[in-house]
């Protein structure tokens, strides 16, 4: 696919939407925690470390095939974000936000020192397995399993745990079990993008999924309405491209990254889709069916 | 069906609740009044798990049920209200119903992700639910408004109809009338009585509003700095000394 | 090597807590993490530096660059919390910080040039001898500094007007607002005061350690956060206890674990402290309100 689409399309285009997707799948992942469930996370890239790590040393040293490799990835980032799930129980805001961080600094440090990871070289010529047809495909898939997620009965008790934890109680909702979820949905999701960015950079090394990788991400989910599937994925395609588009200002480029941010919180303070309501569009939608 | 055996709670040193004894029948409404501060809804806290009481203990169609985490408290079939309405503000009107039928509902992550006809067809019936209750509330035209745009009154409703989607025996309303205009008390009035011979359910409520609960309660106990001072039928309550003296006031 | 190992340690701590003073302050008031607080320290060191190298004492040059900062601190308040206050999630002005930090990292950057600038030995480096433990008149001076620093800043908190209405703010700022107390200038003042510490706290991390470079401000801020976090946020207290504690727990884990694993000692004990401690040593237990 991606041969025949080169026909057509510049590689510099296909490669952005190439990260948009895998973006939209990070991004995705930490919209259930944070944008749903509401538990502020700040170390998402250390899912995707792990996720990038376990499943180029599969390919590089076990030749395991690509799927099983993006699987493993994903797994054993969720098993990590099961872990750093447990601590919700106790902690709450702005604690929870510093023990996510703490975490993906931890993990960061860790594949600064670990052997079969290339220390702070990294690892390089990871097969670059990921392809654009395989991205879209996974980003189809991740979407529509979010989209069922969200609008079933554990889907509306994590938006309900974000809206009000006493109340949710209240209904009979395990706040502990779900949070535990959403942080392991999300982390698994990290993971899966993780692997798939490692499988497309061909080069990998431990600051790649520094802090402010986990701030960019973030941004996205923020930017374009927390807890919005529709947002979220406009977060993830405007700081995908942004960067790109600013690179006429050159060096200039996060000068107006950090001033773009600024201003669109000031002027769209519940993100871009925060005030776009599905239920208005629906409740239109249902009137002028009656209405017909 | 509702014990408490003399329930103590302390904060820091001060005593909210001095020895609390209660017992609430099956098919009763019954009313739970006193001064502001008197420990109301410190009791109602106690009862759904969220405070573990420092002395006595909560029993619950005979099993005792303090200690519990408030999620399995309402999985037994308690439900509840909030005095200081706590919906969940950006979920729309029919969603808020919806979670509160979490308790009595099953689909899990796989269930729900791949849309197994299990799934689906709880979901049919949790809507359908919903919609009965919304529709017994006067709700149905506004189930996709954001919660927090309903009036005072239209709220307090909504979390009366969350409530009931749990299904369950007991229900503890929370000065349901607080904020209300006189036409909307009555129709509050008709609305505890339907729900309670409809789904033959027990409830106990606090308000302050005394013609409400004079009217609709069969049996009321009285709290003043955190011990019972009487209980008993209305015309009991209205006549009690301690009672005018401390709360009714002297009648006019 | 033990004494002189925590003396290290003390030192590093209490340039943690010079910053973390200035996140917890502004935490108290107006529940933000202030993420630009790191860059507003890192600009503190190269406006120390800048004056330093124009010829200035080093104390003036501390003083030059705590000034710059204070007004550097308001400006960032004004221009990007203030508009967002009250009409948007505590997240959305998280964000707007994040923003402030990548322009003013950036902007240093483009300013200064080259990655790192050396600072001269502006305090002598000469030892002497404690009993058994060597001494810096460098350190003996940042200590000291540090010490007046959070002293001075304790009176203020405790008896001047200003800062019983910071504490009146802290408890609850509707209330304050309805008392009379002009909220917006006491959210001003706390910005100030939060960054005139953290511009001193980069001056001596300059001086002590030679060096300043523009993205200095990402891993000073995270680990004073870190540290406000341990001693429980809000707590001004605390925060000086956990930068303290935090910057001795590290300077230990560098001398005895190993120096390759240092930051993740730093957040690994923080972690673990959360979870037996989860309101952090000084922090103040949320009761539920229901």
Avoid at chain 3, 156 to 163: A, F, K, N, P
Avoid at chain 3, 199 to 222: N, Q
């Amino acid at each position: 696919m991606d041969a025949f689409l080169m026909q057509y399309i510049d590689p510099y285009y296909l490669r952005i939407l190439v990260l948009i997707g895998i973006n939209i799948i990070l991004a995705l992942g930490l919209n259930i925690t944070t944008g749903v469930t509401g538990q502020l996370s700040m170390g998402h890239a250390g899912f995707m470390s792990l996720g990038a790590y376990t499943s180029a040393i599969l390919s590089l040293q076990f030749a395991a095939p690509f799927w099983a490799a993006l699987l493993c990835g994903a797994l054993v980032a969720a098993f990590f974000g099961f872990l750093i799930g447990i601590p919700t129980l106790r902690l709450e805001g702005d604690y929870l936000a510093m023990v996510t961080i703490g975490f993906a600094e931890i993990v960061r440090v860790f594949f600064l020192n670990f052997e079969p990871g290339g220390k702070a070289v990294g690892l390089s010529g990871i097969p670059q397995n990921t392809t654009f047809g395989i991205v879209l495909l996974l980003v189809i898939i991740v979407i529509f399993f979010n989209a069922r997620l969200l609008k079933s009965r554990l889907g509306r008790s994590m938006y309900a745990i974000r809206e009000n934890e006493i109340a949710a109680e209240a209904c009979g909702v395990n706040i502990t079990r779900i949070k535990v979820l959403a942080f392991t949905i999300g982390a698994f999701l990290g993971g899966l993008g993780g692997a798939l960015y490692a499988h497309y950079m061909f080069f990998i090394r431990p600051q790649d999924f520094a802090f402010m990788q986990s701030i960019e991400l973030l941004n996205m989910v923020i930017l374009g309405g927390m807890g919005s599937i529709p947002g979220t994925i406009l977060g993830a395609i405007i700081l995908t491209i942004a960067p790109e588009l600013l690179r006429i200002v050159a060096e200039y480029r996060l000068l107006f990254y950090g001033a773009l941010l600024v201003l669109l919180m000031i002027f769209r303070p519940n993100g871009l889709l925060g005030d776009v309501r599905i239920y208005d569009l629906r409740k239109r939608w249902m009137n002028k069916e009656v209405g017909a | 069906m509702l014990e408490l055996k003399h329930i103590s709670q302390e904060f820091g040193g001060l005593r909210a609740l001095d020895e609390v004894n209660l017992i609430v029948n099956e098919g009763q409404i019954y009313g739970l009044i006193g001064p502001n501060g008197a420990g109301k809804t410190t009791l109602f806290n106690i009862i759904t798990g969220i405070y573990q009481p420092t002395e006595g203990g909560v029993y619950f169609q005979g099993q005792k049920i303090d200690g519990n985490p408030p999620h399995q408290v309402a999985r037994m079939g308690i439900g509840r209200t909030f005095q200081n309405i706590r919906l969940f503000a950006k979920l729309s009107v029919l969603d808020n119903v919806r979670v509160g039928s979490h308790a009595v509902t099953q689909a899990g992550l796989f269930g729900s992700i791949l849309g197994l006809p299990v799934v689906r067809r709880e979901e049919k019936q949790i809507l359908h639910k919903s919609q009965t209750l919304l529709e017994m509330v006067g709700l149905q035209d506004k189930r996709w408004e954001y919660a927090e745009n309903l009036s005072y009154g239209e709220q307090r409703r909504l979390e009366i109809a969350r409530a009931l989607a749990l299904q369950p025996t007991l229900l503890l309303l929370d000065e349901p009338a607080a904020g209300m205009n006189a036409t909307e008390k009555q129709e509050l009035m008709s609305l505890i009585y339907y729900i309670q011979k409809e789904m033959k359910l027990t409830i106990l409520l606090v308000e302050h509003d005394m013609n409400l609960v004079m009217s609709i309660c069969e049996r009321i106990a009285v709290l003043d700095y955190g011990r019972k001072i009487a209980d008993g039928s209305p015309e009991q309550i209205k006549n009690d000394e301690r009672v005018i003296q401390s709360y009714l006031g002297a009648p006019a | 090597m033990f004494l002189e190992q925590l003396l290290n340690g003390i030192t590093l701590g209490s340039t943690y807590a010079l910053i973390a003073l200035g996140y917890t302050m502004v935490y108290g008031i107006i529940q933000l993490i202030n993420f630009a607080h790191g860059e507003v320290y890192m600009i503190g060191a190269f406006v120390g530096l800048f004056l330093v190298a124009m010829g200035a004492n080093i104390f003036l040059a501390l003083l030059g660059a705590m000034l710059f900062c204070m007004l550097l601190g308001m400006t960032i308040e004004r221009v990007a919390y203030r508009p967002l206050r009250g009409k948007s999630s505590r997240l959305s002005a998280l964000i707007s910080a994040i923003g402030v930090s990548i322009f003013l990292s950036t902007l240093m950057a483009l300013l200064a040039q080259t990655n790192t600038r050396s600072y001269p030995e502006v305090i002598s480096n000469r030892t002497f001898n404690l009993g058994s433990l060597e001494l810096s008149v460098l350190q003996i001076s940042i200590l000291a500094v540090a010490a007046i620093l959070m002293i001075g800043l304790q009176l203020m908190i405790q008896h001047t007007r200003l800062g019983k209405a910071m504490r009146a703010s802290s408890q609850d700022l509707d209330a304050s607002y309805l008392m009379g107390i002009n909220v917006n200038r006491i959210i001003s003042a706390t910005f100030a005061i939060g960054s005139a510490l953290a511009a001193a706290g980069g001056v001596m991390v300059g001086v002590y350690y030679h060096a300043v470079w523009p993205y200095m401000g990402m891993m000073a801020g995270l680990k004073a956060f870190a540290a406000a976090i341990l001693g429980g946020i809000g707590s001004i207290p605390g925060a000086m206890v956990g930068g303290i504690t935090l910057g001795v727990l590290e300077i230990m884990g560098v001398a005895y674990i190993s120096p390759s694993y240092k930051d993740a000692i730093a957040f690994g004990i923080l972690i673990i402290v959360l979870l037996i401690r989860p309101q952090g040593l000084f922090g103040k237990k949320i009761v539920k309100k229901v």
